[in-house]
């Protein structure tokens, strides 16, 4: 079966440090690879999406990036942190017919 | 522009209630029209529709998709105190890869 995996499940980041948010799915190949992100009591926000290795497609111009350096990994990164970077980023995959997608744990990044 | 739209936006019920969630779609080339449950985490899938009057069911839980009027209901009968999430729903428009979201109905079952 397939699973995702997120790490950290949480963290807090003083304003101005790098970002660095990992992203693996194990038991299928070529998936399609999201990152979300939810501020408090708000909808799925979507940030980036990838259909295969180094493949990336931004969703929202911002102080963030994407990577996928292998089939099976999603990195999101960001140089410097903004205030407004704080909330819980979703990794999420698809399959081929691009319908469900099944979220990962996510990450609750808080920048002070 | 594709757009899902999710009512109410929040709803307070005692438990053994029924509730009704819904969620009208505008969106190109529809594919599919997909349930979730978030509790204080991920969500979690619950349905996909995709044809018309066919009900698609969980225990309590229940989904219907109305293609003609573009809307789609989520039922919850006998609820429980661990219904209480929040429930999301998304449209899959096939020309791209992407689910547009609605902003959620947010569910509190109190004893």
């Known amino acids: 079966s397939q699973t995702i995996h997120q790490w950290p499940a949480t963290l807090v980041q003083p304003v101005g440090s790098p970002l660095s948010l990992e992203c693996t799915v194990e038991g299928t190949s070529n998936p399609n690879l999201y990152w979300y992100r939810q501020a408090a009591g708000r909808g799925l926000q979507l940030l980036f999406y990838?259909?295969?290795?180094?493949?990336i497609s931004s969703e929202v111009p911002q102080n963030l990036s994407a990577s996928r350096p292998q089939d099976r990994q999603f990195i999101l990164s960001s140089k410097k942190l903004l205030l407004s970077d704080s909330g819980f980023y979703l990794c999420?995959?698809?399959?081929?017919?691009?319908?469900?997608?099944?979220f990962g744990p996510g990450t609750r990044l808080t920048v002070l | 522009e594709d757009k899902v739209v999710q009512s109410p936006l929040s709803l307070v019920v005692h438990e053994g209630d029924t509730v009704t969630l819904n969620c009208s779609y505008e969106v190109t080339n529809f594919r599919s029209l997909l349930w979730y449950k978030q509790e204080k985490k991920a969500p979690t899938f619950l349905f996909m529709l995709?044809?018309s009057g066919i009900e698609k069911k969980s225990g309590r839980l229940s989904s219907i998709l109305d293609k003609k009027e573009l809307f789609s209901i989520l039922n919850i009968t006998a609820t429980q105190t661990g219904d209480s999430a929040v429930y999301l729903c998304?449209?899959?428009?096939?020309?791209?890869?992407?689910?547009?979201w609605g902003l959620g109905t947010s569910l509190a079952v109190n004893p």
């Open positions: 990838s259909v295969g290795i180094g493949q």
């Open positions: 998304a449209a899959n428009a096939g020309n791209n890869r992407k689910l547009i």
């Open positions: 999420a995959w698809s399959g081929v017919s691009y319908n469900e997608q099944f």
């Open positions: 995709t044809s």
